[in-house]
């Protein structure tokens, strides 16, 4: 299979890369943008009760099979912004078995006022909150039995470096920072990070995100993307904490090789 390019770049600065932030304001990183119309939006009454609870146990029910990030086929991959309830302005980035290594979300940041909007067309993004629900960013085509990996950086946007993945064997504090779910019959597996060592606050809503697995031998049906739409619910319970930094002098973001 002829691999194809993500549709996102990176630019190397003077010491490594540049800032995250930077890549999103310079515009390097190719995301699309997909306005949630009318329709859509009736999807998420319905959908409260895909969303797991805060007392469900979710290292046990909830953690991430590595199965569901393994391709059965060759297959398309997308990734949609969904939403985040974070004080660190956090990076979200990729790897996979074929050696892909690379950001998808430089600043995952939307504007607070998503956070509560009954009309969520009137919260526009700007330069400190680059991302809306709904943006995406096609990683490109990969082989089957390619497995893939999500990572975080805690503020990564600001200098952080500390890093949590879905593997939960590679955290930092021996604990599991991601979690995932799904809607009944939705061909989308939403994944959820919790940014703070030792497990903050548990509620794995610091950067919400949807993977697509697109096999390259099916047609998508036009009804699926009404499905995506249900995970929007979630944004509208998330609450713009008022966690600080503990980066006073920002490190240079590290390099990505």
């Not at 956070?115 to 526009?124: E, F, G, P, R, V």
Request: net charge negative; proline share 7%; hydrophobic share 35%.
């Amino acid at each position: 299979m002829q691999r194809k390019n993500p549709t996102f770049s990176q630019t190397p600065g003077r010491s490594g890369w540049t800032s995250p932030r930077q890549f999103m304001r310079q515009g390097q990183m190719r995301m699309r943008r997909h306005s949630w119309n009318t329709t859509q939006r009736r999807w998420f009454p319905g959908s409260a009760r895909t969303c797991p609870s805060t007392q469900t146990n979710y290292t046990t029910s909830l953690r991430i099979d590595p199965s569901l990030l393994t391709l059965a086929t060759d297959s398309d991959v997308r990734i949609y912004f969904v939403g985040e309830g974070a004080g660190y302005d956090n990076t979200l980035g990729f790897t996979s078995t074929t050696g892909d290594r690379s950001l998808i979300f430089p600043e995952a940041s939307v504007n607070p006022s998503y956070n509560n909007a009954t009309d969520l067309t009137k919260a526009a993004a700007n330069v400190n909150f680059p991302l809306v629900p709904g943006d995406f960013v096609d990683l490109g085509s990969f082989e089957a039995g390619t497995q893939l990996d999500f990572f975080l950086i805690a503020n990564g946007a600001n200098g952080g470096t500390t890093t949590y993945s879905t593997d939960a064997t590679t955290s930092p504090d021996g604990l599991t920072h991601a979690i995932s779910w799904a809607p009944a019959d939705s061909p989308y597996l939403l994944i959820g990070f919790e940014d703070l060592l030792g497990g903050g606050d548990g509620d794995f809503n610091d950067l919400l995100f949807a993977v697509a697995i697109q096999p390259l031998t099916t047609a998508p049906e036009p009804s699926t993307m009404l499905l995506l739409t249900s995970f929007l619910l979630v944004v509208l319970y998330l609450r713009h904490s008022s966690r600080f930094s503990p980066h006073s002098n920002p490190e240079q973001y590290p390099r990505i090789n």
